[in-house]
């Protein structure tokens, strides 16, 4: 009877090279999706890429380096989008007048090219670019200076609150 040999590896080969991670993690440092990369001729598919992620450490390192880059680039590109003024406002002729106004369209789609990338970033990197959220103080501005306390002699000291005398007796 035949037994298979332990040192044979089953499933199918791996396409993990050296040159398709270096390609792999240039897309993700360029800021593509990782769906959109796997789209692209001669890549592999997402869960392939998670695989080598997972059982490769030096994939691994790789990989999360690119993303880290790429996050980089992308908080970058917030200002390039917030700056960029271009068609912002639109010329409208009307007979003899001419009027500049607001192109709500580019405007908006701006706006919310923004917000999805500082979401993203905030999920993605949420120790740097999350919401800080306290959660000590019960809502108080705290120093954020040392506090100092400093004991007066007894002398200097306010007087103390005497005891109020109770109207009337306890009872027993």
Do not use: H
């Not at 090279?17 to 990369?37: N, Q």
């Not at 919401?131 to 306390?149: A, L, M, N, Q, Y």
Request: aromatic content about 6%; proline content about 7%.
């Amino acid at each position: 009877m035949d037994t298979p040999n332990s040192s044979t590896p089953t499933g199918r080969p791996s396409t993990y090279s050296l040159a398709l991670a270096e390609t792999l993690c240039a897309y993700l440092v360029d800021g593509k999706t990782l769906r959109w990369i796997c789209e692209q001729p001669g890549m592999p598919a997402k869960g392939t890429i998670l695989r080598w992620a997972r059982d490769n450490a030096s994939f691994r390192d790789q990989y999360t380096l690119a993303r880290e880059i790429g996050d980089e680039l992308l908080a970058e590109e917030l200002l390039e989008i917030a700056d960029d003024g271009t068609n912002d406002y639109m010329t409208i002729t009307k007979g003899d007048a001419t009027y500049n106004v607001e192109n709500r369209e580019v405007t908006n789609r701006s706006r919310m090219r923004i917000d999805a990338r500082k979401w993203l970033l905030s999920k993605r990197l949420p120790k740097k670019y999350g919401d800080k959220v306290d959660v000590t103080s019960g809502g108080e501005k705290i120093s954020s200076g040392p506090r100092v306390f400093q004991i007066l002699p007894a002398s200097q000291r306010p007087p103390a609150d005497e005891p109020e005398e109770a109207d009337e007796e306890p009872t027993v």
